[in-house]
């Protein structure tokens, strides 16, 4: 059974399952959905709770079996729960979990956590996780959009009895707060609760909001590329301005916008030579956002500006490995801004200003 994180709270309210599965790499919503089962476990008699963390090829599966089987003498329910960082039980926990599955049913006295990382699609569709999902609950907590950010606060925000100004000025103070935060979700979280400690229930203004969140952005470069595609001019120069000063290597976020650029024109190619579109994007592994984004811009792109963008990203890959090239930036950091924003407002609708600036060859 799958439940989306917005439904968990109606379902632990009808009754608990004797099996829960958590995955995803965002550690605040894991860590208060878990929180979330725990609380609704004791409510309902589950005083004891034992923590494994399956760590190393070693570790003794056999105890965590055992543990489920035993209880001890002060307690008649009992939380057993597993973590696995790695996301890779191996051989023995592959079977020890698929045993664990099957045991869940009809057993009121073992309440079964298990916490995972974000799972490939080759990973869920193994024995283990489909044992764990056809006899228990599965949770994806997925981090929060950039798209989505602004709202996530707002809601977070009313949840202690504040919020910020009706209309755009709202929207302004919600946008600024999301830019400070953006990729750094836990952070998000202890800002949202610091503005609850420094100020009264009520609307919040622009200043006040502005005076006390930090700024505790954190970027990556799949994120870049994601906005990059999206034509999203500020957004970009803000997140290379972060991956530099969080001393990102320039290598792979060359490569990041080199492979969507390659990507870019292999499936341009493949359009000429007759080639449906979702075949030609399957054939480059480009699904998800990304093969909504790559259909959004393909039909903008003419051959002759992708062959411009290719050559210049063979240039910038020389220069972050020290060449030197006539007409370009010698720093390398420079010289991918300028790629990143030949792309970028290659990808826009309507370009901007200061996306303009970088659009010479």
Same mark, same amino acid.
């Given at each position: ?5 917005? =439904?968990?709270? &109606? ?18 919503? +894991? ?8 609380e ?5 008699? $589950? ?9 190393? &090829? ?12 035993? /209880? ?15 996301g ?10 698929q045993e ?15 916490? *995972?990382?974000?799972?490939?699609? +080759? ?15 599965t949770?994806?907590?997925?981090? #929060? ?8 606060? &707002?809601?977070? *925000? @009313? ?5 910020v100004?009706s ?7 919600l ?9 750094n979700? *836990?952070a ?21 909001v ?8 954190? $970027? ?11 034509? =999203? ?13 969080? %001393?990102?290597? =320039? ?5 990041? *916008?080199?492979e969507?650029?390659?990507? /870019?024109?292999? #499936?341009k190619?493949?359009?000429?030579? %007759? ?16 093969e909504?984004? $790559?259909?959004? #811009? ?5 051959p ?8 210049? @990203?063979h240039?910038?890959d020389?220069?972050?490995k020290g060449?030197?090239s006539? %007409? ?8 991918l801004?300028? /790629?990143?924003?030949?792309l970028?407002?290659a990808?826009?609708?309507?370009p901007?200003?200061?996306?303009? +600036?970088?659009?010479?060859?």
């Amino acid at each position: 059974m799958q439940l989306a994180p917005a =439904q968990l709270d &109606a379902h632990l309210s009808k009754g608990l399952r004797s099996l829960y599965t958590l995955h995803g790499d965002e550690p605040l919503l +894991q860590q208060e959905a878990a929180d979330t089962i725990r609380e609704a476990a004791r409510r309902q008699g $589950y005083t004891e709770r034992s923590v494994h963390t399956a760590s190393g &090829a070693h570790f003794d599966w056999g105890a965590v079996m055992a543990a489920g089987g035993s /209880l001890s003498l002060f307690a008649d329910r009992q939380i057993l729960e597993v973590r696995i960082p790695s996301g890779k039980p191996g051989k023995d926990g592959s079977v020890a979990l698929q045993e664990l599955a099957q045991q869940a049913q009809g057993n009121d006295s073992t309440l079964t956590l298990v916490l *995972l990382p974000k799972l490939d699609r +080759q990973t869920r569709a193994g024995a283990w996780f489909a044992a764990l999902e056809n006899f228990g609950a599965t949770v994806q907590l997925d981090p #929060v959009d950039r798209a989505a950010l602004p709202q996530w606060i &707002a809601q977070r *925000l @009313a949840r202690q009895g504040q919020r910020v100004a009706s209309g755009e000025a709202g929207q302004r103070t919600l946008q600024f707060f999301a830019d400070r935060v953006e990729g750094n979700l *836990l952070a998000a979280h202890q800002e949202i609760q610091k503005l609850g400690l420094l100020h009264p229930a009520g609307e919040l203004g622009f200043e006040q909001v502005e005076a006390a969140v930090l700024n505790v952005a954190r $970027y990556d470069v799949f994120k870049l590329s994601e906005a990059v595609l999206a034509g =999203q001019v500020a957004r970009v120069q803000r997140m290379l301005d972060g991956l530099q000063a969080e %001393g990102e290597a =320039q290598v792979l976020v060359h490569y990041t *916008l080199a492979e969507d650029i390659r990507a /870019l024109k292999r #499936v341009k190619d493949a359009l000429g030579d %007759g080639k449906p579109l979702p075949m030609a994007l399957r054939e480059q592994r480009v699904w998800g956002l990304k093969e909504r984004l $790559y259909e959004r #811009v393909l039909p903008r792109l003419s051959p002759l500006a992708l062959d411009s963008l290719l050559h210049a @990203a063979h240039t910038v890959d020389g220069i972050v490995k020290g060449l030197k090239s006539p %007409g370009w930036p010698t720093d390398g950091w420079q010289a991918l801004h300028r /790629l990143a924003m030949q792309l970028c407002l290659a990808c826009v609708i309507k370009p901007t200003p200061e996306a303009k +600036q970088f659009a010479r060859p």
